[in-house]
């Protein structure tokens, strides 16, 4: 299953103390307590998006986590990256991705 398909299942309160967590066994640990079942694959892959691999920020996600709003969707309509995801003031989950054509960043509300 995907990181986005776990967290659709998932609760506010689940996807926060998920996000808390440092390491894969802390991932785990906290989805048991929550029984929220996750095997190690899910939990790596949970934390290639909390943690990615790469050191810099690109503007967008700097606009992001700076109060700006980012873009809605890429114009290439092309692949994308899930980068993370976080609960809004509404209380609804938000996805960030990356286009994998040209890098930008955008969001997108779960409905």
């Known amino acids: 299953m995907t990181v986005e398909e776990l967290m659709k299942k998932a609760t506010n309160e689940q996807i926060e103390k998920i996000q808390a967590c440092q ?61 993370g995801w976080h609960v809004n003031s509404s209380g609804k989950q938000v996805f960030e991705y990356r286009c994998n054509s040209c890098g930008k960043t955008f969001e997108k509300e779960q409905k």
């Not at 929550?34 to 990615?52: Q, S």
Request: aromatic share 4%.
């Open 23 to 83: 390491n894969k066994a802390e991932i785990l640990e906290a989805a048991k307590a929550e029984n929220f079942p996750l095997t190690e694959e899910e939990a790596e892959e949970i934390m290639k998006v909390l943690y990615p691999p790469y050191g810099e920020i690109s503007d967008d996600s700097l606009d992001l986590v700076a109060g700006g709003k980012g873009k809605k969707e890429c114009e290439h309509k092309s692949a994308t990256t899930l980068l």
